[in-house]
């Protein structure tokens, strides 16, 4: 009976799938995808035999709109990959030099969402003619109505409280706005890879851009009412040798409707959640309460460059003694050889990546024995690496010199600095088995990659003539070979993603990895950490930060969906034991509710000003509650603001708990909705409010 419920449901859904489709022939293209429907007949009409595909790139000189569809056409039927999404293959050949532009495309039907990566193939015997300017996306999408285009947009990470700011532009019409990361990491000061694109008529495109190194993204106003929208590696004008071949950035499109431009938002965040978060054993992987071992030693010791295997077991075994054990025991950077505190700056941890061994004189077992005791109390390892970062002299420098890369003569790039070349297939099979039995034998559970320079000045170094933009091209490539590679042999094993904080997020580092450190930002500065949490949330429920403090405002100044317990406990500077206990308790409390529906409730262009309020909701539509943070600063002289709360149901009664003095009050969700007074006395402090539903 089962079988047969199986199979019907099966038959059920490839029959809507097939009457959408159908029934999208006699439906408008005009508009922008907002169903099924919509989408089907979108793919259909862009992606089919004598049409122009929504993507661009120049061939020997001319625009691929120019030839295209006179190409050789073929294309697979969709093929359902699990119960909400489907996968279907592109092909255009050029029949006189063999060249083949593969387009593969997945289609969410639970989110409204398409998305497609370009394979660029030579199948000639001889060398391509040369390829330019690859856009992954080059289209323009009409609205129904005139009206204004907003483009809401994000600052990068560059350790400022600034990083990830919100930035909201309207367009005037033949207005552009092009984005792209300052240098060779996709989340780098200037721009953010994720993007909403709002259009007249309550409607709009969620975009984001999985490309690990220089995207570019531009936004143009091009009629009253159209906005067009390019994207691609910036720089890329290459031809391919004989079987060669090469992948474009990934774009991702999620379109949405309704009066809330939030509305798109959140639906992006689930979607996230749903379709690019890692998961173990098919279930999202939620980042774990990390704790350190008692992070910063005394001077001159950096980082963890004093810290010895007797002591790190020593600690575990004292956050037991306290009731103060993390879910994950996070070891940084300094545990290996030539980092020890006697030698001065040479014997930092920043000029030591590279000799992945582990200092003999303070780990005399290696790593595992801390592993063991961490394991011991219920905790999972993890152990922070740089392997893309090699410094000069260093074990992999002397062992393999022709896989690094150096630069000189850049005042900008530190001499001693040297690039893995992870565009090396040999070097990289090589790292891969390194670092993976390095996991194995010492007993990592979760893996920390950090990334410390921006990489572009070495692979501008490593291109060739014609071949501009190829280092860069392997090298990525080779970062999701590598990183797939450790998930395929350690199924349950955790990256956690940094680069000088949080300045590699983007769709295929978000598909393999969480940032448990967003930013590089003053360490500790709670407001800070309030205006990065905001700002992130518009697009990803899952990353995290410190906190240092027990206070009720900073603590809740670092609140996400991860966090860090970055305190000591063995000296009277830590924090007092049971405030320790309390946040430890409170955190997992909330975390859950970081993972629904994000509301800024105060404007974002002003959330960086000490003389402001800053306040956010987080709602569970399906359990019927939610949390509201709140924050007056210290320059504020505002007791009291009024905040409309959203995604509530009207006419269900909600009770709201005060968690600072312990006080209920009820108010129908029409009340809410319409205003509630948010009151903190004291400049600065925080406010935080449970709620649910009580009756409907």
């Avoid at 295209?68 to 092909?91: G, N, V």
């Avoid at 949490?533 to 518009?538: D, E, M």
Wanted: hydrophobic share 35%.
């Amino acid at each position: 009976m089962n079988d047969f419920l199986k199979y019907r449901n099966s038959f059920v859904v490839l029959l809507l799938i097939h009457l959408s489709i159908v029934k999208a022939f006699s439906q408008s293209v005009n508009d922008i995808p907002h169903s099924t429907v919509a989408i089907n007949q979108w793919v259909k009409k862009h992606f089919a035999k004598g049409k122009i595909p929504p993507f661009s790139f120049i061939y020997d000189g001319k625009k691929s709109a120019s030839f295209i569809k006179q190409w050789k056409f073929t294309a697979t039927e969709f093929k359902r990959i699990d119960q909400q999404s489907q996968e279907a293959t592109y092909s255009f050949e050029d029949p006189k030099t063999g060249l083949i532009v593969r387009c593969r495309l997945t289609y969410f039907d639970d989110f409204n969402a398409i998305e497609w990566v370009l394979n660029f193939i030579n199948t000639s015997s001889k060398n391509s003619l040369l390829i330019e300017k690859a856009a992954v996306i080059d289209q323009s999408f009409d609205s129904k109505q005139t009206g204004d285009f907003t483009l809401y947009h994000a600052k990068g990470s560059n350790a400022e409280k600034t990083d990830f700011q919100p930035i909201d532009e309207k367009l005037a019409l033949n207005q552009s706005i092009y984005m792209t990361p300052s240098g060779g990491r996709s989340s780098d000061n200037t721009a953010f890879p994720f993007f909403n694109i709002e259009t007249p008529g309550h409607q709009g495109i969620m975009t984001a851009i999985g490309w690990t190194g220089k995207w570019y993204a531009n936004v143009l106003n091009a009629t009253p009412n159209s906005i067009s929208l390019v994207s691609g590696m910036e720089k890329m004008k290459l031809f391919l040798y004989p079987s060669e071949e090469i992948r474009t950035p990934k774009i991702c499109l999620l379109f949405w409707q309704g009066a809330d431009r939030m509305l798109g938002h959140n639906q992006f965040r689930q979607f996230i959640l749903a379709h690019h978060s890692p998961k173990i054993n098919g279930e999202l992987a939620k980042p774990l309460l990390a704790g350190t071992f008692d992070y910063g030693d005394p001077a001159p010791c950096q980082e963890y460059g004093c810290l010895t295997e007797s002591f790190a077991v020593a600690l575990v075994k004292r956050y037991q003694q306290f009731n103060l054990i993390p879910e994950l025991f996070w070891l940084d950077a300094g545990w290996y050889n030539g980092a020890n505190w006697e030698t001065g700056g040479k014997g930092s941890w920043a000029t030591n990546v590279g000799n992945w061994t582990p200092n003999k004189d303070r780990f005399p077992n290696g790593l595992k024995p801390v592993a063991d005791a961490v394991h011991k109390v219920g905790s999972k390892f993890m152990v922070w690496f740089e392997p893309e970062r090699v410094y000069a002299g260093t074990e992999v420098d002397k062992a393999h010199p022709e896989w690094v890369v150096q630069v000189k003569g850049n005042k900008r790039v530190d001499k001693n600095s040297y690039l893995f070349n992870l565009g090396n297939k040999e070097a990289r099979n090589w790292l891969t088995k390194m670092i993976g039995d390095f996991i194995e034998k010492e007993g990592i559970d979760s893996y920390r990659q950090d990334f410390n320079f921006d990489p572009l000045p070495y692979w501008n170094l490593m291109d060739s003539t014609q071949r501009e933009g190829m280092a860069e091209i392997r090298h990525i490539e080779g970062l999701y070979a590598f990183w797939d590679s450790l998930l395929v042999r350690f199924p349950n094993l955790r990256i956690d993603n940094c680069a000088s904080g949080g300045r590699r997020i983007d769709l295929e580092t978000t598909s393999r990895s969480t940032p448990l450190w967003r930013t590089d930002y003053q360490y500790g500065e709670p407001n800070g950490y309030q205006c990065h949490s905001y700002g992130l949330n518009f697009y990803l429920p899952l990353h995290g930060t410190a906190v240092y403090k027990s206070d009720d405002y900073t603590f809740r100044s670092s609140l996400s969906s991860a966090v860090v317990m970055n305190w000591e406990i063995t000296g009277n500077a830590s924090e007092p034991i049971p405030a320790m206990q309390k946040r430890m308790k409170e955190y997992k409390n909330l975390r859950d509710y970081f993972y629904g529906d994000y509301y800024p409730l105060t404007p974002s262009p002003l959330n960086a000003n000490d003389d402001q309020w800053l306040a956010y909701q987080l709602n569970r539509p399906m359990q019927k509650d939610g949390l509201v943070i709140a924050f007056r600063r210290k320059m504020n002289m505002n007791a009291s603001i009024i905040a409309k709360l959203s995604g509530l149901d009207e006419k269900g009664l909600y009770e709201l708990y005060f968690e600072d003095n312990g006080t209920s009050i009820r108010k129908t969700g029409r009340e809410l909705m319409d205003g509630i007074e948010l009151t903190i006395p004291k400049n600065p402090s925080s406010l935080l409010i449970q709620y649910k539903v009580v009756t409907i």
